[in-house]
């Protein structure tokens, strides 16, 4: 029977005080952790399944907040999504969720957070995002970027930028979203990788190509987690890898 494993961890990295990303992965959620281990769970192809990463913006408040309440909304909208339309409208959700709880709240205004995930179904994937947290597909030909980066290009000489565009929730007053959706052919045997940018800011793509390709999906984790670490780990990091297998 084809199933979907998904293995993930996230990690407090080495700078910040504290870990501002949660991630959902169908009715279990992982929120403010800081592990190195990879855990893995295991569900029926059939249903449909959402992974997700929320990344809280830093140098605003409560960015743990925000992620925390988005990856919780999505915990619950996710078994009844079934299209892209459904996926925005419950990102659309999730950004008025998030300035509804900022609302008469000094300590929480302009809590912001980036989500990005995939939604599994039975023959297809939907890939979507606001800002700049990631989606990659891990294929024999190479890594792709299937998420599109809600951020302008990083000035010249740098390799990324800290700045994004949009955002769930992130200001006074309530701005509206326009998520980014794709569908994407699935089949047993695919393998993407759901994360924050703590992962691909300090590590290049052809690094976390290069793990993918040789590690199985506990060891990777742990590897692209040792990665970040090693490349002096700036930021929260958190990843999710999703295969398909039968």
Known sequence: ??????????????????????????????????????????????????????????????????????????????????????????????????????????????MGTTVAGALVLDESLLVFNVGDSKVFRAAPEGLRQLSVDDSPPPAP???????????????????????????????TGDRFLVCSDGLTDPVPDETIDALLRVHDDGKAAFELWKAAIEAGGPDNITLALVRIGE
């Open 1 to 110: 029977m084809p199933y979907i494993a998904v293995t993930a961890l996230s990690h407090t990295g080495l700078v910040r005080e504290h870990n501002e990303d949660s991630l959902v992965i169908g009715p279990w959620t992982l929120c403010g952790t800081a592990t190195e281990s990879p855990q893995t769970l295991v569900f029926p192809l059939g249903r449909p399944l959402l992974v997700a990463v929320a990344d809280g913006l830093g140098g605003q408040p409560a960015g743990e907040v925000a992620s925390e309440l988005v990856v919780r909304e999505l915990s619950l909208l996710g078994p009844s999504l079934d299209g892209g339309e459904a996926v925005r409208n419950a990102l659309d959700v999730c950004n008025r969720a998030v300035y509804a709880a900022a609302e008469g709240r000094p300590d929480l205004t302009s």
């Open 157 to 187: 000489g740098h390799r990324t930028t800290s700045a994004v565009t949009q955002v769930l929730g992130g200001s006074r007053g309530q701005d509206a979203i326009t998520p980014h959706v794709a569908d994407v052919p699935l089949s």
